[in-house]
Every structure is written in structure tokens, then in C-alpha cells.
């Protein structure tokens, strides 16, 4: 059963990410099934941390990337969602390539939400699993604006 209370697709996903931190780390919304949404980034020198390895912090910029959009796409126009809480726990280094990351609810409740995001590499391993809460408000007119793009 599909989650989605928005119209949604790969084109309106991607098109989020102008002039913010998604497109600036080149985070690549890639699929949609009835509830999970995928997206890519890169392993490279801008999510690297000294050591040349994928930064724990951009894993996290991923994983709460998936599942706030994933949360806000799940909830009617009325309603809109913000993180209150992330966790992530890095279980492989990686230093080129690519990851992947899927969103997937765990609850999508009236006030709360709770998403599981699993990172891999190309091979499918996993490099981080993550768990977002989200908080789901009501929409106001400045956020309504601001929100335009998942509408």
C-alpha cells in the first residue's frame, strides 16, 4: 500500500535539492517505491573526512535527507514535518565510489514519525544504519512558502 500523501516523483524529488546542501554534496534522488525512497552520493573529497574516508556527518546529511522528505511526502498538505532526533551507527569505511541510501518508515503516526535509513555501497554492504524521528506540525502560512517544492 503506497504511503504517499503527495504527488510524487524522482523529477520533483530532485528538483528539492536546488541551492542547498543535497545539491551542493550532489545527493541524487534515484527511486520511489510505494514506501521507501533511494538516493546516491558520492565518496570523494567533499564528504571525506581527514583521513579520507566517507565523513560520518555526510552519512547523516543523507539519511536525514531520505527520511524529512520521505516524512513530509507521507503527510498531507496540511502538515509538514521537522527532525527531532537522528542516530546513525557507521559500520564500514569507505574512501571512493559511491553510497546508497534507502528510507523506510518504521511508524508515520498523527504527531511522530520514526524512519529507517540503511546505507550501502555498491555491493549492497551496509556502511551506516541510521533511525530519524521526525516531528509532524501543522502548516503555516511562512512555512506553506517555504514548503512550496513538496506540496
Known amino acids: 500500500m503506497e504511503i504517499w500523501k503527495k504527488p ?5 524529488l530532485n ?11 550532489n545527493i541524487i534522488y534515484t527511486e520511489i517505491t510505494e514506501n521507501t525512497i533511494s538516493a546516491t552520493m558520492p565518496v570523494c573529497s567533499y564528504t571525506h573526512q ?7 556527518g555526510a552519512s547523516v546529511v543523507l539519511a536525514e535527507t531520505l527520511g524529512s522528505i520521505a516524512g513530509n511526502f507521507a503527510v498531507d498538505k496540511t502538515r509538514y514535518c521537522v527532525g527531532l532526533d537522528i ?3 557507521h559500520l564500514r569505511a569507505m574512501r571512493q565510489g559511491q553510497v ?4 523506510k518508515p518504521i511508524h508515520i503516526g498523527i504527531s511522530t514519525q520514526v524512519w529507517q ?3 550501502t555501497d555498491e555491493q549492497g554492504r551496509l556502511v551506516c544504519v541510521s533511525r530519524l524521528t521526525l516531528a509532524v506540525k501543522q502548516q503555516r502560512n511562512k512555512v506553506r512558502q517555504d514548503s512550496e517544492a513538496i506540496e
Do not use: V
Open 15 to 25: 528538483a528539492t535539492s536546488k541551492n542547498t546542501m543535497m545539491e551542493h554534496l
Open 117 to 119: 535509513i540503511d546505507i
Open 100 to 103: 546508497i541510501g534507502t528510507a
Open 8 to 12: 510524487i516523483s524522482l523529477e520533483r
Open 87 to 89: 542516530n546513525a551507527n
Open 50 to 56: 581527514p583521513l579520507g574516508m566517507l565523513h560520518g
